[in-house]
């Protein structure tokens, strides 16, 4: 089984702290493990997003980044009257995360303004031929912040650079430590052609309703039954 090392950045990193990086499945959000799977408790048939097996995996893939530290937002205006807005962190942590002038080009997520980056306090190592994709928590729309993607060779590379991040329009306040901020999935390095494979009307016709049939059972669990595979990260 492959295996990530998450270099310590900062000197304030500790071995045993829950701040540190863990698997995904550790830091499902409280909303989802309270939600309820289905939409109507009296009817077992109402199957709600909390019973998507495809859903669920996102939470569980990888691995995630966590602020160390707890965060302020806070808003004023200056000699011009134009808005500024500061991410401020505990003392200690100030290089954790910074303003930084717009990317210029480069839309900003919808309901988003303020541009700032994180400087991550650990940065992962990965065996030969693997890399890892960095994305925003997946499905995590309820921060009030977006990460930017990226992908880097962590086989090759094990010291971290800025990550870049979107503040949504409004928020202004805490965003407490142990926040997700980041979340890392490793994968393997593999060339990959593609191709279009065509069907007949008839043939279209006969794949949705062999789909149906297999998939599409009142009491739900076909996918995971059937054909979803099980995934770890530890």
């Known amino acids: 089984m492959p295996k990530i ?40 048939s109402s199957l709600s997003f909390k019973a998507c097996p495809a859903l669920i995996d996102a939470f569980l893939t990888g691995y995630v980044l966590k602020t160390p530290c707890d965060m302020y937002i806070a808003k004023g205006v200056d000699a011009e009257g134009k808005e500024q807005v500061a991410a401020m962190t505990q003392h200690g942590y100030e290089d954790f995360c910074g303003h ?47 990460t930017v993607s990226g992908i880097i060779d962590n086989d090759k590379m094990d010291t971290p650079g800025l990550m870049p991040f979107f503040l949504k329009d409004g928020f202004e306040g805490l965003i407490p430590k142990g926040t997700p901020y980041a ?29 149906a049939n297999k998939f599409r059972v009142p009491e739900g669990g076909a996918y995971k039954k059937k054909v979803w595979s099980r995934k770890r990260y530890d």
């Open 5 to 44: 090392t998450f270099h310590s950045n900062r000197f304030y990193n500790n071995k045993n702290s829950d701040l540190n990086p863990e698997p995904a499945k550790k830091s499902m959000p409280q909303w989802f493990v309270d939600s309820s799977r289905y939409w109507f408790p009296e009817d077992s």
């Open 100 to 146: 930084r002038p717009d990317m210029v080009g480069f839309p900003k997520p919808i309901g988003t303004n303020k541009h700032f980056h994180w400087y991550p306090n650990w940065m992962p190592g990965l065996e030969d031929g693997y890399s890892a994709i960095y994305v925003h928590p997946l499905n995590r729309y309820d921060l009030p912040f977006v």
């Open 183 to 211: 979340q890392v999935i490793p994968f393997k390095r593999e060339d990959w052609t593609s191709e279009e494979k065509m069907y007949t009307q008839e043939e279209i016709l006969e794949r949705h309703n062999f789909q």
